[in-house]
């Protein structure tokens, strides 16, 4: 296979694809041949790459090294967030979150963007280290939007990538409800009066569900589309209704009801009338509740309901700026820490907390909640950084008031709009008055500033603006477009 063929038609792929044309010379790497046609998944499309031989040429490696850096590097947040991304058609690259979801929970993820060409995948996050994520969801080829619910209380992943040459700007929002609706008419979770933990007869046994308090006869729900599997009597639950929720694998126990409204066999949906609230079996001595249980694969495995039921209190995520200079290369002004997570959005403690005993840390419901309790999940750390005055870097993209920023160097974080004090952190150095172009006096190589391959060379008297000093080189953004390092001249 000839390389100046293969590369003669990928120059012809970046041409076709409006990247620009190039201001210096790149050695001949590997071409294709054969048509290369973007495939519906992630993996098929690499796979299509490497099938083309395009995953050893510069920009095809470069695709799937962007991927493997983002999943071991990703972003940690807690929904709901928000943020407004660019990708840069020319440098192909991908970005992940990382955050915690719990057992109940309901996560819609939605993606808008300018084009349908990427890939959008959420994985569980394995916390063992003895396999491999597990892929759960992923956007469809039509669509813009992720929804899942867990199964299980644990970190998950999401991973954004463009095809290559693809770019552009994108808006990724995330957030999460209850799964399921609240079983008791009228009422809320401040009629909740005893937790899922608590316990029984003198601690000799545990409470098995929540007990949520309203006046007798008031109607008792269906929370999702189940069937009824048992109506009847038990010695502690007095009037019973099971419903068995087969799309999620779990069994709905409703005890001490005052009377039953549904038959077995029946089909229910969520928000159907199944029965009335009461105080019949071993609450007799108590005032009207429902006792109601969640069991999760068998009876032997119950499951705290309250993330099934109550929704997390509701903290929209900051709007986005109007005016983030996403995309362009900025210098800070001063010491900066770069962080590896998005700011919180200001989150408030919740009125109405969940009291289960057997939580263990991580907030309200994200934690071991089961009776043998279970060890929270480990997910990826946060770390952070600290750079320095006149570093430049690059803005990929806004949260708020942060901005998600690159050095040279790779690292990727996010820092603070502003100081505390309300000055500016970064400024820009692409307005026109500090923007000139130079001209280059010796053939000089060019770098990738992330990586720092060679990716060609600079003939003299070719036209680049300076950013700013790197190492032993400087940054330029070539007549372009694109940014490389400047170092090694070529004799």
Known sequence: MSRGALWSIFILILLVAAVGSLLFVLRPEEVVEEPFSPRKSHAAYRDGLEQMELNDTEMGSAWISAAIRAERNPTAVTPPVREEIFFDPAEPDAIAYSFPVSRGRRVTIDIAADHRRYFADVFRLNNEGTETDELIASRSP?????????RSNGFYLLRLQPELLRGGRYVVSMGERAALAFPVEGASVADIWSFFGDGRD?????????DIFAPRGTPVLAVSDSEVIRVGQRERGGNVVVLQDSARGINLYYAHLDEHRTTRGAQVRAGDVIGTVGNTGNAITTPPHLHIGIYQGSWRNPVDPWAYF??????????????????????????????????????????????????????DTFAGAEIAVERAPTGPQVFSTVIAAGTPVRVLGAAGEALRVRTPGGYIGFIGARTAAGTAQVVAISEADRFVPEHVGERRVARDPISGDAIGVVEPDAAVVRIASVGSGELVRLESGRVVALQNEVQ
Do not use: C, K, S
């Open 142 to 150: 039509d669509g813009d939007q992720i929804v899942f619910e867990a």
């Open 202 to 210: 003198a601690g000799a046994r545990t409470h098995h569900g929540v």
């Open 310 to 363: 109550i929704n997390p209190v509701t903290v929209e995520p900051p709007p986005l700026p109007q005016d983030a200079p996403i995309g362009e290369w900025m210098v800070t002004t001063a010491a900066v820490t770069v962080v590896n997570g998005v700011p919180a959005a200001g989150r408030t403690i919740p009125r109405y907390r969940n009291r289960n005993p057997l939580l263990q840390g991580a907030g």
